[in-house]
């Protein structure tokens, strides 16, 4: 099992920047690429961006690329979220997961999800 815990959401208004943690506890840290994903109301899950077991690889969706950036700590068990010139269309609850394969962008392949934290960007 990997507990893991979401932490750093809050209001932002349109244009900030906000800092997202996953902290992981239970089983290697490091055997996990990591996902993270956003819900919006009325909407379906949908993959942001994903960081490889050792940091080294990281993919984006088209929505965010060049905006936010996920990096990981295997030495604190935490990944990363840092968001910049966030917009409205952001405002989500925002999930860590982890997967013991590789970064994909299918919520279904990842084994264990944090509870998540809402994001609020206002206009």
């Known amino acids: 099992q990997v507990q893991l815990v979401e932490s750093g959401g809050g209001l932002v208004q349109a244009g900030g920047s906000l800092t997202l943690s996953c902290a992981a506890s239970?089983?290697?840290?490091?055997?996990?690429?990591m996902g993270w994903f956003r819900q919006a109301p009325g909407k379906e899950r949908e993959f942001v961006g994903g960081v490889s077991r050792g940091g080294g690889s990281t993919y984006y969706a088209d929505s965010v690329k060049g905006r936010f950036t996920i990096s990981r700590d295997n030495a604190k068990n935490t990944v990363y979220l840092q968001m910049n010139s966030l917009r409205p269309e952001d405002t989500a609850v925002y999930y860590c997961?982890?997967?013991?394969?590789?970064?994909?962008?299918?919520?279904?392949?990842?084994?264990?999800w944090g509870q998540g934290t809402q994001v609020t960007v206002s206009s």
């Open positions: 239970g089983r290697t840290f490091s055997n996990y690429a």
């Open positions: 997961a982890a997967t013991r394969v590789v970064i994909t962008v299918y919520a279904d392949r990842y084994d264990y």
